[in-house]
Protein backbone atom coordinates (compact mmCIF):
# COMPACT_ATOMS: atom_id res chain seq x y z
CA UNK A 1 0.00 0.00 0.00
CA UNK A 2 2.66 2.85 0.74
CA UNK A 3 4.48 1.70 -2.80
CA UNK A 4 1.41 2.06 -4.52
CA UNK A 5 0.98 5.35 -2.38
CA UNK A 6 4.28 6.34 -3.18
CA UNK A 7 3.68 5.66 -6.92
CA UNK A 8 0.60 7.35 -7.82
CA UNK A 9 1.73 11.05 -5.99
CA UNK A 10 4.58 10.04 -7.91
CA UNK A 11 2.23 9.84 -11.05
CA UNK A 12 0.37 12.78 -10.13
CA UNK A 13 3.29 14.87 -9.83
CA UNK A 14 4.30 13.75 -13.42
CA UNK A 15 0.77 14.44 -15.21
CA UNK A 16 0.54 17.64 -13.46
CA UNK A 17 4.25 18.64 -14.01
CA UNK A 18 3.41 17.64 -17.99
CA UNK A 19 0.34 19.72 -17.92
CA UNK A 20 1.98 22.70 -16.85
CA UNK A 21 4.65 22.50 -19.84
CA UNK A 22 2.22 22.17 -22.23
CA UNK A 23 0.03 24.39 -21.18
CA UNK A 24 2.91 27.16 -20.59
CA UNK A 25 2.80 28.04 -24.35
CA UNK A 26 -0.97 28.09 -25.38
CA UNK A 27 -2.21 30.91 -27.23
CA UNK A 28 -5.97 32.16 -27.86
CA UNK A 29 -6.41 34.10 -31.42
CA UNK A 30 -9.63 35.82 -31.23
CA UNK A 31 -10.78 37.13 -34.70
CA UNK A 32 -12.00 40.82 -34.54
CA UNK A 33 -14.31 42.65 -36.87
CA UNK A 34 -13.07 45.58 -38.27
CA UNK A 35 -14.72 47.06 -41.41
CA UNK A 36 -11.98 47.44 -43.48
CA UNK A 37 -9.69 45.27 -45.87
CA UNK A 38 -6.15 48.10 -45.35
CA UNK A 39 -2.96 46.02 -44.66
CA UNK A 40 -2.57 46.89 -41.13
CA UNK A 41 0.83 47.71 -40.20
CA UNK A 42 0.67 50.09 -37.67
CA UNK A 43 -0.94 49.34 -34.06
CA UNK A 44 -0.71 50.77 -30.28
CA UNK A 45 -2.52 49.18 -27.45
CA UNK A 46 -3.09 52.05 -24.71
CA UNK A 47 -4.91 49.34 -22.40
CA UNK A 48 -7.30 46.42 -22.56
CA UNK A 49 -9.88 48.57 -24.25
CA UNK A 50 -8.45 51.49 -26.28
CA UNK A 51 -6.34 50.19 -29.42
CA UNK A 52 -5.13 51.95 -32.57
CA UNK A 53 -4.14 50.79 -35.98
CA UNK A 54 -3.49 51.95 -38.99
CA UNK A 55 -2.31 50.86 -42.49
CA UNK A 56 -3.50 51.04 -46.31
CA UNK A 57 -5.51 53.62 -47.79
CA UNK A 58 -4.77 56.30 -45.07
CA UNK A 59 -6.79 54.05 -42.58
CA UNK A 60 -6.44 54.85 -39.19
CA UNK A 61 -8.89 52.58 -37.07
CA UNK A 62 -10.10 53.15 -32.89
CA UNK A 63 -11.34 51.03 -30.42
CA UNK A 64 -12.52 52.17 -26.87
CA UNK A 65 -14.08 48.57 -26.15
CA UNK A 66 -11.15 46.19 -26.65
CA UNK A 67 -12.55 45.64 -30.17
CA UNK A 68 -16.02 44.84 -29.99
CA UNK A 69 -16.38 47.93 -31.87
CA UNK A 70 -14.39 50.38 -34.44
CA UNK A 71 -14.42 54.05 -35.71
CA UNK A 72 -12.51 53.85 -38.84
CA UNK A 73 -11.53 56.93 -40.35
CA UNK A 74 -9.73 57.98 -43.88
CA UNK A 75 -7.36 60.94 -43.26
CA UNK A 76 -8.96 63.93 -46.13
CA UNK A 77 -6.08 64.12 -48.42
CA UNK A 78 -3.63 61.15 -47.47
CA UNK A 79 -6.11 58.14 -49.19
CA UNK A 80 -2.94 57.30 -50.99
CA UNK A 81 -0.63 57.00 -48.30
CA UNK A 82 0.30 53.96 -45.75
CA UNK A 83 0.54 54.83 -42.59
CA UNK A 84 2.76 52.28 -40.97
CA UNK A 85 3.54 54.05 -37.85
CA UNK A 86 1.48 54.89 -35.06
CA UNK A 87 1.35 56.05 -31.20
CA UNK A 88 -1.54 56.78 -29.04
CA UNK A 89 -1.68 58.29 -25.57
CA UNK A 90 -5.42 57.38 -24.79
CA UNK A 91 -9.13 57.63 -26.51
CA UNK A 92 -8.10 60.55 -27.94
CA UNK A 93 -4.98 61.52 -29.01
CA UNK A 94 -2.67 59.54 -31.46
CA UNK A 95 -0.08 60.08 -34.27
CA UNK A 96 0.55 58.29 -37.62
CA UNK A 97 3.49 58.56 -40.00
CA UNK A 98 3.06 57.50 -43.43
CA UNK A 99 5.99 56.06 -45.80
CA UNK A 100 4.56 59.01 -48.79
CA UNK A 101 4.94 62.55 -48.65
CA UNK A 102 5.49 65.71 -48.64
CA UNK A 103 2.62 65.58 -45.67
CA UNK A 104 4.27 62.56 -43.46
CA UNK A 105 3.25 62.91 -39.76
CA UNK A 106 -0.56 63.73 -38.80
CA UNK A 107 -1.91 64.44 -35.05
CA UNK A 108 -5.66 63.62 -33.59
CA UNK A 109 -6.61 65.33 -30.64
CA UNK A 110 -10.58 64.55 -30.96
CA UNK A 111 -10.24 60.40 -31.51
CA UNK A 112 -9.12 60.89 -35.54
CA UNK A 113 -12.37 63.00 -36.71
CA UNK A 114 -9.63 65.32 -37.58
CA UNK A 115 -6.29 65.88 -37.94
CA UNK A 116 -3.35 67.83 -38.23
CA UNK A 117 -0.27 68.04 -40.68
CA UNK A 118 2.93 68.10 -37.89
CA UNK A 119 5.97 66.91 -40.03
CA UNK A 120 5.93 67.54 -43.62
CA UNK A 121 9.41 67.47 -45.68
CA UNK A 122 9.71 67.74 -50.30
CA UNK A 123 13.46 65.59 -49.91
CA UNK A 124 12.96 63.14 -52.29
CA UNK A 125 13.45 59.18 -51.19
CA UNK A 126 11.39 60.26 -47.65
CA UNK A 127 10.13 56.52 -46.64
CA UNK A 128 9.42 56.60 -42.81
CA UNK A 129 9.18 52.88 -41.24
CA UNK A 130 8.68 53.66 -37.10
CA UNK A 131 7.46 56.10 -34.76
CA UNK A 132 8.16 55.49 -31.03
CA UNK A 133 7.65 57.65 -27.92
CA UNK A 134 9.79 57.68 -24.80
CA UNK A 135 6.55 59.31 -23.28
CA UNK A 136 4.25 62.10 -23.00
CA UNK A 137 7.05 64.75 -25.00
CA UNK A 138 10.07 62.65 -26.26
CA UNK A 139 9.18 60.94 -29.63
CA UNK A 140 12.17 59.76 -32.66
CA UNK A 141 10.59 58.57 -36.32
CA UNK A 142 13.17 57.36 -38.54
CA UNK A 143 13.47 57.39 -42.58
CA UNK A 144 15.14 55.25 -44.45
CA UNK A 145 18.84 57.22 -45.29
CA UNK A 146 19.52 60.53 -46.98
CA UNK A 147 23.02 61.37 -48.23
CA UNK A 148 24.31 58.04 -46.25
CA UNK A 149 22.69 58.76 -42.62
CA UNK A 150 19.14 57.34 -41.62
CA UNK A 151 16.85 60.33 -41.51
CA UNK A 152 16.16 60.12 -37.90
CA UNK A 153 13.46 63.02 -36.70
CA UNK A 154 12.76 63.72 -32.63
CA UNK A 155 10.42 65.84 -31.07
CA UNK A 156 10.26 67.33 -27.57
CA UNK A 157 6.62 68.70 -27.20
CA UNK A 158 4.73 65.86 -28.05
CA UNK A 159 5.00 65.60 -31.49
CA UNK A 160 3.97 69.54 -32.62
CA UNK A 161 7.72 70.64 -33.98
CA UNK A 162 10.11 68.10 -34.96
CA UNK A 163 14.00 68.48 -35.90
CA UNK A 164 16.36 65.94 -37.99
CA UNK A 165 19.25 64.63 -36.18
CA UNK A 166 22.83 64.94 -37.24
CA UNK A 167 25.01 62.98 -34.92
CA UNK A 168 24.24 59.74 -36.09
CA UNK A 169 26.62 57.26 -37.66
CA UNK A 170 26.78 56.97 -40.99
CA UNK A 171 24.86 53.74 -42.77
CA UNK A 172 27.06 51.22 -44.95
CA UNK A 173 25.96 50.91 -48.95
CA UNK A 174 22.33 48.65 -49.20
CA UNK A 175 21.61 49.52 -45.31
CA UNK A 176 18.23 50.40 -44.50
CA UNK A 177 15.26 49.93 -41.74
CA UNK A 178 11.85 47.94 -42.45
CA UNK A 179 8.46 49.32 -42.18
CA UNK A 180 7.15 46.05 -41.23
CA UNK A 181 6.07 46.40 -38.25
CA UNK A 182 6.48 49.81 -36.50
CA UNK A 183 8.61 48.41 -34.55
CA UNK A 184 12.36 49.17 -36.05
CA UNK A 185 12.60 51.75 -33.61
CA UNK A 186 12.57 51.50 -29.05
CA UNK A 187 12.51 54.55 -27.09
CA UNK A 188 12.34 54.29 -23.38
CA UNK A 189 11.15 56.50 -20.36
CA UNK A 190 15.02 56.71 -19.41
CA UNK A 191 16.14 57.91 -22.73
CA UNK A 192 17.71 55.24 -24.13
CA UNK A 193 16.85 54.52 -28.15
CA UNK A 194 17.51 51.80 -30.21
CA UNK A 195 17.00 51.53 -33.91
CA UNK A 196 17.66 48.59 -35.87
CA UNK A 197 18.57 47.92 -39.31
CA UNK A 198 18.67 45.59 -42.27
CA UNK A 199 19.55 44.72 -46.05
CA UNK A 200 22.66 45.09 -46.68
CA UNK A 201 24.15 45.23 -42.85
CA UNK A 202 22.53 44.44 -39.73
CA UNK A 203 22.77 46.86 -36.99
CA UNK A 204 21.61 48.54 -33.71
CA UNK A 205 22.06 52.46 -33.85
CA UNK A 206 21.67 52.77 -29.91
CA UNK A 207 21.24 56.44 -27.88
CA UNK A 208 21.56 57.36 -24.16
CA UNK A 209 20.15 61.31 -24.41
CA UNK A 210 16.71 60.93 -25.72
CA UNK A 211 17.98 60.00 -29.27
CA UNK A 212 20.35 63.99 -30.09
CA UNK A 213 23.38 61.71 -30.10
CA UNK A 214 24.07 57.82 -31.42
CA UNK A 215 26.17 54.86 -31.79
CA UNK A 216 26.43 51.83 -33.57
CA UNK A 217 27.26 48.18 -33.09
CA UNK A 218 27.34 45.03 -35.19
CA UNK A 219 24.84 41.78 -34.44
CA UNK A 220 25.26 38.36 -35.83
CA UNK A 221 22.35 38.80 -37.55
CA UNK A 222 21.43 37.80 -41.01
CA UNK A 223 22.25 40.18 -44.05
CA UNK A 224 23.64 40.66 -46.90
CA UNK A 225 20.52 41.20 -48.93
CA UNK A 226 17.68 43.85 -49.93
CA UNK A 227 15.22 41.60 -48.15
CA UNK A 228 16.65 39.98 -44.76
CA UNK A 229 18.30 42.03 -41.72
CA UNK A 230 16.48 43.00 -38.31
CA UNK A 231 12.81 44.11 -38.42
CA UNK A 232 12.44 44.47 -34.91
CA UNK A 233 13.67 45.83 -31.54
CA UNK A 234 12.14 45.47 -27.88
CA UNK A 235 14.00 46.29 -24.59
CA UNK A 236 12.38 44.71 -21.20
CA UNK A 237 14.78 47.90 -19.90
CA UNK A 238 17.93 50.03 -20.04
CA UNK A 239 19.90 46.81 -20.60
CA UNK A 240 18.38 43.65 -21.54
CA UNK A 241 16.93 43.08 -25.20
CA UNK A 242 16.02 41.10 -28.26
CA UNK A 243 15.91 41.60 -32.07
CA UNK A 244 13.97 39.48 -34.69
CA UNK A 245 14.13 39.02 -38.18
CA UNK A 246 15.19 37.62 -41.20
CA UNK A 247 14.17 37.54 -45.03
CA UNK A 248 10.95 38.44 -45.95
CA UNK A 249 10.52 36.63 -49.04
CA UNK A 250 12.12 33.59 -47.99
CA UNK A 251 10.48 32.99 -44.74
CA UNK A 252 11.34 29.07 -44.04
CA UNK A 253 15.23 30.25 -43.87
CA UNK A 254 15.58 30.87 -40.13
CA UNK A 255 19.55 30.79 -39.23
CA UNK A 256 20.54 33.90 -36.99
CA UNK A 257 16.96 35.31 -37.35
CA UNK A 258 17.26 36.32 -33.47
CA UNK A 259 19.73 37.68 -31.22
CA UNK A 260 19.80 39.07 -27.34
CA UNK A 261 21.52 41.45 -24.94
CA UNK A 262 22.37 42.22 -21.95
CA UNK A 263 24.14 45.63 -21.86
CA UNK A 264 21.69 48.12 -23.52
CA UNK A 265 23.08 46.91 -27.12
CA UNK A 266 25.81 47.44 -27.52
CA UNK A 267 26.90 43.83 -27.89
CA UNK A 268 24.79 41.19 -28.68
CA UNK A 269 24.55 37.30 -29.20
CA UNK A 270 22.74 34.71 -31.26
CA UNK A 271 19.70 32.85 -29.66
CA UNK A 272 20.69 28.95 -29.32
CA UNK A 273 17.55 28.12 -30.34
CA UNK A 274 15.99 30.21 -33.09
CA UNK A 275 12.10 30.71 -33.89
CA UNK A 276 10.61 28.92 -36.49
CA UNK A 277 10.57 31.21 -39.52
CA UNK A 278 11.08 34.73 -40.35
CA UNK A 279 9.31 37.15 -37.86
CA UNK A 280 8.36 40.98 -38.10
CA UNK A 281 7.43 41.90 -34.72
CA UNK A 282 8.92 41.30 -31.41
CA UNK A 283 7.56 42.32 -27.79
CA UNK A 284 7.93 41.75 -24.32
CA UNK A 285 4.64 40.16 -22.57
CA UNK A 286 4.31 39.96 -18.85
CA UNK A 287 2.03 40.75 -15.81
CA UNK A 288 2.84 41.03 -11.98
CA UNK A 289 4.09 37.01 -12.04
CA UNK A 290 5.10 35.82 -15.24
CA UNK A 291 7.02 37.82 -18.01
CA UNK A 292 7.48 36.21 -22.04
CA UNK A 293 8.50 37.50 -25.27
CA UNK A 294 6.26 36.87 -28.60
CA UNK A 295 7.56 36.98 -31.64
CA UNK A 296 5.36 36.80 -34.55
CA UNK A 297 5.14 37.10 -38.69
CA UNK A 298 3.48 36.31 -41.46
CA UNK A 299 3.94 32.73 -41.23
CA UNK A 300 2.92 32.31 -37.48
CA UNK A 301 5.07 32.90 -34.21
CA UNK A 302 6.99 31.79 -31.39
CA UNK A 303 7.49 32.22 -27.70
CA UNK A 304 10.23 32.35 -25.47
CA UNK A 305 10.21 32.35 -21.74
CA UNK A 306 13.85 32.75 -21.11
CA UNK A 307 14.73 36.26 -22.35
CA UNK A 308 15.27 35.66 -26.13
CA UNK A 309 18.18 33.05 -25.82
CA UNK A 310 15.64 30.14 -26.79
CA UNK A 311 12.28 29.91 -29.26
CA UNK A 312 9.33 27.74 -29.03
CA UNK A 313 6.92 27.70 -32.62
CA UNK A 314 3.27 27.97 -31.14
CA UNK A 315 1.22 28.79 -33.88
CA UNK A 316 1.19 28.76 -37.57
CA UNK A 317 -0.86 32.04 -37.24
CA UNK A 318 0.48 34.51 -38.90
CA UNK A 319 -0.03 38.81 -38.43
CA UNK A 320 3.03 41.18 -39.34
CA UNK A 321 2.45 43.29 -35.74
CA UNK A 322 1.56 42.43 -31.86
CA UNK A 323 1.19 45.02 -29.26
CA UNK A 324 0.64 43.58 -25.62
CA UNK A 325 -1.93 45.11 -23.16
CA UNK A 326 0.29 46.91 -20.57
CA UNK A 327 0.43 44.35 -17.46
CA UNK A 328 -1.37 41.49 -19.20
CA UNK A 329 -0.64 38.39 -20.52
CA UNK A 330 -2.77 39.48 -23.92
CA UNK A 331 -2.61 41.60 -26.84
CA UNK A 332 -3.81 42.68 -29.96
CA UNK A 333 -2.23 41.80 -33.48
CA UNK A 334 -2.83 43.12 -36.68
CA UNK A 335 -2.13 42.27 -40.39
CA UNK A 336 -3.84 42.27 -44.01
CA UNK A 337 -6.86 43.05 -45.47
CA UNK A 338 -7.99 44.63 -42.36
CA UNK A 339 -7.09 41.43 -39.82
CA UNK A 340 -7.27 42.54 -36.02
CA UNK A 341 -7.27 39.44 -33.43
CA UNK A 342 -7.06 39.16 -29.37
CA UNK A 343 -4.45 36.97 -28.19
CA UNK A 344 -4.22 35.62 -24.55
CA UNK A 345 -1.28 33.94 -23.54
CA UNK A 346 -3.35 30.96 -21.35
CA UNK A 347 -1.46 28.63 -18.61
CA UNK A 348 1.03 31.25 -17.77
Not at 34 to 59: H, M, P, Q, Y
Request: glycine share 10%; aromatic share 12%; proline share 2%.
Amino acid sequence: MKNLLIALILFSFLVSSCTNKNTQHKLKFSKIETKTDASLRGLFVVDENIVWASGSKGIVLVSKDGGENWNVNQIHGAEENDFRSIYAWDENRAMVFGVAGPQFGFLTEDGGENWEVVFQDSTEGLFFNSLKFADVKNGLAVSDPIDGKFFVIRTEDGGKKWERVSDIPNVVEGEANFAASNTCIEFLPSGKAWIASGGFAARVFYSNDFGKSWEVSKTPMVSGQASSGIFSISFKNDLEGVIVGGTYDKAELNQNIASFTEDGGKTWQISETMPNEYRSCVQFVSNEKNELLFAIGKTGCDISTDKGKNWKFISENGYYTFKAVPGKLAGFVAGNNGNIAKVEFKGN
